[in-house]
């Protein structure tokens, strides 16, 4: 089953389960936004704890400076950064309402003083730009983990965070309980009978580590490996990644002065660059008339020591021109690999996501209202959680990335290529580029069928192996029918870096507005459903 396919029967179920519900509009209205929400963009939830460096995290992945950072620990609001043509600022009251707050720009001071508004006062902020990075994701900023608010409203709060993305990015400079139970209730919560796919750690202000010297991201990569072994950690989130998001944000949004300022210091001889960057006092108050104070002061808060260091060192190496300085510092700062990391996980698999969150709302609400003939819907429900090949797909790239399963080596990179973790289109699934003939997709996945076909026949295999291999061997059998009968689904675009975004097909329709529908935005299905998908 496609994508598409599995999207549209977990469309129609929800139908179904609103003309269930039509006689209680509560729950039909509810259920009205569930369905609205299978047309807009992508959600992913930013979470973690305060200061883990979630908002500039998110300005790195939009490629704009929209998230107010460094907030103090009074942000409560739930801040929804989404596509819209003209810049505008929505506030969502608990009671259903929205106030549109007049602005001509999105300016840091407004938002923030939003932020800080009690969760009885405003249920949401909704943040609209016309960004391109916004096309075809919305970022959700949670407040902090372990911040006040989190845990006067406990797991409610929680609940209602998760209940309303469809995928979640966790940032932890290093993981400690409250991280682990956060991702744990992620896990019971989200995943119902399905596995965790839908989750991607970074380890945030990577450049920090350690002592926080040039070597600060080899050792946070060493961090990240450590955890990418850990059985815990792993069964909440299968990617594990260090990233900088201060030099992501800064080199996603580089000004000129920036670059000037940069090629200034590079034009310095290597000892006093050495020496300017002994300390934060030397790198502003040095005396130096190519490159006033203040500015090296604000390129030092934008790139951060680490950022400036290696900038430099990029220059000194030939990399002078402004485009290869940015790709390779987008590099540098683990910011690309995140990209291809949401954009993979997230973007290319938004319609088994989707179809996931449509699911879970049909269970929230079958278990939180329950009448004579839900058992029907519950059927179908779980034939639909149990049947799709997305599922299959996805529960075992988990389970290879997590070491449940293994193949023999080769196989092994072949298995994950196959089941589409480089990408859903058939030549990243065939690990071909997108210039391949079809005759030589063609060719490679009757040999790719061969191979499985062999494999799925060895006596030595247990049964959970066995399995395994059935699912990659349906998932060449799917790359076949692809090529008979022409794709069933609409690959999006890559879209490796927020500058070259390319908007997908389904996103040039541009995102759906919600403002006369403040119903239709109610977090929770109603009559105490918080926590009711909860399996314990
Ligand atoms: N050195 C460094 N500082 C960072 C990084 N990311 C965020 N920060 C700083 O950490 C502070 C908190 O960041 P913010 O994004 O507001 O965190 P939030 O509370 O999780 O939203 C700010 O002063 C940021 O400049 C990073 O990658 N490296
Ligand atoms: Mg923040």
Redesign the pocket.
Known sequence: MSGDALLDRARALLIRTMTFYRDDPRTSTWLRGRLERLDQPLRIA?G????????????ALVGAEL?????E?R?QVNTFYQYGPEPKILVHTPHGAVQNVPVSTLDAVTIRDLQHWRPDEVARLVIESPTPGLRAITLI?TP?VASAVVQETGRSALAQILSEADAVLY?TRYPRQTDLQFLQSVNELQTARCVPINTIVAF?????TGS?GPEALQAAERIAERYRNDPTLRSFAQHLIP???????AVATMTDEDFLALGNLSRLSQSDQDELLLSADRFINSGMESTPGPVRQRLL?RF????IERALALMRSGVTERKKLQAALLDE?GLNLLQETVHQQFVERQDALRARSALLAVDMVSRANPRPGVQQLRGEFERLLANAHEWNELRLLSALDSGQVRFARPLQAEAKRLLGALGDAPHARLGRDETALAVDLADETVAALARWREQSVNPLHDRQHREAVRTVLRSCERLIIDQVHGPQQQTPQRQPNPQHQQDSQRHQQGPQHQQGHPAAQRPHPPQNASGAHSRD
């Not at 998230?67 to 907030?71: E, G, L, Q």
């Not at 945030?204 to 920090?208: G, H, I, K, Q």
Request: glycine letters at 20%.
């Open positions: 930013v973690g704890r305060v200061k883990a460096g979630k908002s500039t995290l998110i300005n998230a107010p950072t460094d907030a620990e942000t900023e902090g940032l945030s202000r990577a450049d920090e926080g990233v900088i998001g201060l030099l992501g944000q808060e951060g020591h680490y950022g700062s």
